[in-house]
């Protein structure tokens, strides 16, 4: 199949569901994003072809196609078609490594390590680390990418002494998270909380996005087997490409 032609999947509806067909086709196509089948870049037939093909009409495809594009999953480009953008990562809230996740999605994570060294630690560094106040900390700062896309901006500070030598060159083709459990940490459990602003210029311009746009914050501090705090993260995700998942039960 060349480059430009559109894909061929295999969709189907049930008419005798409650839910609404174009809604049917539309969670078919955004699971089919999700799962790689229709990769970034991906073309889909034209409406008047997937309509017919699924015996539908055009109008319901239309919407089904509309609700994904304002999702920011499928943009029209004119001359070209109906083109898949990026998929959204949706994460769990769990003690997991971004790299692990996005690995185990499919989603072809790499990274750019923008500095890795020593420095003295702040007040909020040092008070989570539990480090004294201008004690040595290792500043790692990392920008994670899939399929060529930025997706966040990753902020570590670390223990000087937890990661054996200069593991800059470690961090391009791997996860912080596989690193430490290579070295022997026992990653136990984290004080964690999720929160959201707008991107700075700056920040904008390092992800891709427009200055102002929403961006997901992350700030995590995590602690081995024996108690030690190991990590101090503060993390910035691209609104528009991620998201946190909770599962919420009822307390009796």
């Not at 459990?181 to 920040?203: C, F, M, N, P, Y």
């Amino acid at each position: 199949m060349a480059k430009n032609d559109p894909v061929d999947l295999e969709f189907s509806v049930d008419r005798g569901s409650p839910v609404p067909l174009y809604f049917q086709l539309a969670q078919q196509l955004e699971a089919a994003i999700e799962r790689g089948r229709l990769s970034p870049g991906s073309l889909l037939g034209n409406e008047i072809e997937l309509a017919g093909r699924l015996g539908l009409s055009r109008p319901t495809v239309r919407q089904a196609i509309q609700s994904l594009v304002d999702k920011g999953l499928l943009v029209r480009r004119r001359g070209i078609g109906t083109q898949v953008v990026h998929s959204q990562v949706r994460r769990p809230l769990e003690l997991s490594s971004l790299y692990d996740d996005l690995e185990a999605a499919g989603q072809r994570p790499a990274t750019q390590v923008l500095h890795y060294g020593t420095e003295a630690a702040g007040p909020e560094v040092a008070a989570a680390l539990a480090v004294p106040e201008g004690g040595d900390v290792c500043r790692v700062e990392r920008l994670r990418l899939t399929h060529g896309e930025p997706m966040a901006y990753l902020r570590n500070h670390l223990p000087s002494d937890l990661l054996p030598g200069d593991t800059r060159a470690e961090l391009e083709s791997t996860g912080l998270y596989r690193l430490m459990r290579g070295a022997g940490i026992t990653l136990h459990s984290a004080r964690q909380s999720v929160g959201a602003r707008v991107a700075t210029a700056e920040e904008a311009k390092l992800l891709g996005e427009e200055a102002g746009a929403p961006l997901l914050t992350m700030e995590r501090t995590t602690f081995d087997d024996t108690g030690r705090p190991v990590e101090y993260a503060a993390h910035l995700y691209r609104a528009s490409r991620y998201a946190f998942e909770f599962q919420l039960l009822v307390r009796s």
